[in-house]
């Protein structure tokens, strides 16, 4: 998402692609049919011509029958997995830009799509504020759209870390009592003077940095309560 235009791109359900982001990025540049799923996703990649390719590798196979195999023998849930990657970025003329890519949750069914394609919930930018994404369940994510609520709460004059307690800490206390649990959700946002702040309820690494200085690593952790969460640098 293009924080200064408010132009999208986004795709889902996408195969045989590396790189869908590109994709994404190239469908915001339209004016109409910008988020695509399944094969008219791949059918559009094909005829701007980005490069078809097998993404399972004998590697990602053999990590896959490997968690497979871990599943069955610990009796975890399935779905106990995901990985996602969001980012945030500002340029000097107070431009921001914001990015997700996910292979999604693991054992996913076919055709199932999480937040990170969904403006609003995956992510969301305005160039006039400042920008936040997220990661975790996605089912759960796209029950309340945070990344634009915090970047609302960024336009009502609060930092980014109290915009980000403020609108994620009240959803997963919500998300216990009116839906019973609250999958991993973790946020960062970063308004257009660089300040940045997130909120998770689980362990969670980012990694924060400028052209003056290289980016750095932090690790956070929620409270007990999951009602705050603190942060260090990862040495
Ligand atoms: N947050 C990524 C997903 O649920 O697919």
Redesign the pocket.
């Known amino acids: 998402m293009n924080g200064s235009t408010f132009a999208v791109g986004a795709v889902a359900g996408l195969k045989g692609y590396a790189n869908p982001i590109s994709i994404a990025r190239r469908l915001s540049h339209e004016r109409f049919n910008n988020f695509l799923v399944g094969n008219g996703a791949s059918q559009f990649a094909s005829e701007q011509h980005f490069t078809a390719k097998n993404m399972l590798t004998a590697e990602s196979k053999q990590v896959w029958e490997a968690r497979v195999a871990e599943v069955k023998a610990k009796h975890l849930s399935p779905y106990a997995g ?3 990657v969001s980012m945030i970025a500002l340029d000097h003329q107070q431009q921001m830009t914001v990015g ?1 890519s ?4 693991f054992m ?1 069914h076919p055709g ?5 394609p969904l403006p609003g919930a ?1 992510y969301y930018a305005d160039s006039l504020i400042g920008a936040a994404t ?6 759960d ?1 796209m029950k309340r759209p945070l990344s634009y609520e915090i970047v609302r709460l960024m336009g009502t004059g609060l930092s980014p870390q109290a915009a980000c307690d403020q609108a994620v800490y009240p959803f997963i206390k919500d998300l216990r009592q009116r839906f019973g649990k609250a999958g991993e959700l973790s946020y960062i946002a970063m308004n257009n003077e660089g300040e940045w702040g997130i909120a998770t309820n689980v362990e969670f690494t980012f990694a924060v940095g400028d052209e003056n200085h290289p980016a750095k690593a932090y690790i956070a952790y929620p409270n007990e309560n999951k009602t705050k969460a603190t942060y260090k640098v990862i040495e």
């Open positions: 995901h990985d996602k997700t996910t292979s999604g949750l996913k199932r799509s999480g937040d990170s995956g997220a990661t975790g369940l996605g089912e994510l």
